[in-house]
């Protein structure tokens, strides 16, 4: 099974409704990372949680690091079309400091204006 | 602040041949990451480079390797080419932003490799 499962792998909304994204890992996260990637491109950095309960907002877009860290959820208010894309978590699992990230298979957002 | 250069951004090479993919990390960063997506398996970790020294390796076959030069900018190399290399490789360049030494990997665009 994955180390890091993201769900759900695909979402519809329309303009201007909330939405969210989880990801649950089989291990303790050191570090989760939240990339944004526009189909065939590079993955943007969106925001990185490092404790149990940290809880960090950029705009509309808002993601937590549950207590056990072993689960992270992104949630967008207001959605906007801006906001399609491939959403991935990526997790450190050997250490905070560790250059290498496990990624989850990605959540795909669409939203209709 | 230039970002993360990658080139080529596209090639088309055939089984058995050999590609030699090319990334320059944004000014500073020490550390060059490589990742190989493909829609079946995702986003894999293929090697880290830090000074000229790999300091860890995914699972893949010895078929694919990289390097790092002194000014850090890196280079990955695939031989013997196989219909399932057909990928998106990316590159990541980081630095240590925190205390606790997490790092925020920062990708370039990426080379979308199509083997025929």
């Known amino acids: 099974s994955q180390e890091l499962e993201q769900s759900p792998q695909s979402l519809i909304v329309q303009e201007g409704k909330n939405l969210t994204i989880n990801c649950t890992s089989s291990?303790?996260?050191?570090?989760l990372y939240w990339y944004k990637q526009k189909y065939g491109e590079g993955l943007i950095f969106l925001m990185m949680l490092q404790k149990g309960g940290e809880e960090k907002s950029h705009e509309k877009i808002t993601a937590k690091l549950d207590e056990k860290k072993q689960q992270s959820s992104l949630h967008i208010t207001a959605s906007q079309p801006s906001h399609a894309g491939i959403y991935l978590c990526?997790?450190?699992?050997?250490?905070?400091?560790?250059?290498?990230?496990?990624f989850g298979k990605g959540t795909k957002l669409s939203v209709i204006p | 602040k230039a970002g993360v250069t990658q080139t080529p951004r596209y090639l088309i090479k055939t089984r058995g041949q050999q590609v030699t993919l090319s990334c320059s990390p944004i000014?500073?960063?020490?550390?060059v990451s490589w990742y190989q997506q493909t829609p079946g398996q995702g986003l894999q970790f293929l090697f880290e480079y830090f000074s000229e020294t790999q300091r860890n390796k995914g699972n893949f076959p010895g078929r694919f390797s990289g390097r790092q030069f002194s000014n850090s900018r890196s280079e990955m190399n695939v031989s013997t080419l196989e219909l399932g290399d057909s990928a998106l490789y990316l590159c990541a360049s980081s630095r240590t932003i925190t205390r606790s030494g997490a790092n925020v990997l920062t990708f370039g665009a990426g080379s979308r490799l199509t083997v025929l």
């Open positions: 990526g997790a450190a699992f050997t250490g905070a400091g560790s250059y290498q990230l496990t």
């Open positions: 291990k303790t996260l050191y570090g």
């Open positions: 000014s500073g960063h020490r550390s």
